[in-house]
C-alpha cells in the first residue's frame, strides 16, 4: 500500500515538521506502508521554517508533482488533521473526490469530538493518532485489494 503523507507545513519550523513526520514515516514503513512525502519538496526559509512566501510559478509546480503523487497513492494520511492548512484541505479534496481514494485524518480534536465540522463527515476514517492511523491502514489495504481501481 502506498499513502500520501499531507499535513500543514507553512509557517511551520523544519525542525517541528521534520521529527513529526519522520516520526510518523518510520512507523508506517514498519507497517510496510510505501510512504510519499511531499514535504522533501518544500522551500525553506532563512527562519528555518517552510516558506509561505514562494513564487507562483514555483507553487504551481509544486501542486503538479503533489497532484501527480496522489494519482499514484491508495490513500491519503492527514498527519495534522488539527491545524487549518489551505493545502492539506485540497489535498484532502483532490485525494478523496478527484482520484476516489480513501482519506484518514489524524486528529484529537476531532476524533474526541471537540471539533465537529465536514471534516469528521467527509474523512473516511478519523483516528487520534498515528497508530491508529496504521491500524486503519492495515484494514484498509485488506479491503482495497478486493477492488480493481484501487490496484494500481
Known sequence: ??????GALAGRSVKEVKKERSSA???????NVEVIDPAVFEKQDQARRFSMNISLDFIRKLVSMEKFAI?????????TGDIISSGT???F???KYHCKIPVILISKRHFR???VSWSNVEADIVVE???????ALKKLNKTLGKHKKYNK
Not at 500500500?1 to 499531507?6: A, G, N
Not at 514515516?25 to 507497517?31: H, Q
Not at 494519482?71 to 498527519?79: E, K, T
Open 1 to 6: 500500500m502506498k499513502i500520501y503523507l499531507s
Open 25 to 31: 514515516i518510520k512507523l508506517l514503513t514498519k507497517a
Open 71 to 79: 494519482d499514484h497513492c491508495d490513500a491519503l494520511v492527514i498527519l
Open 89 to 91: 484541505w485540497l489535498e
Open 93 to 95: 479534496g483532490y485525494a
Open 113 to 115: 469530538k471537540k471539533i
Open 129 to 135: 493518532n498515528v497508530q491508529q492511523a496504521v491500524k
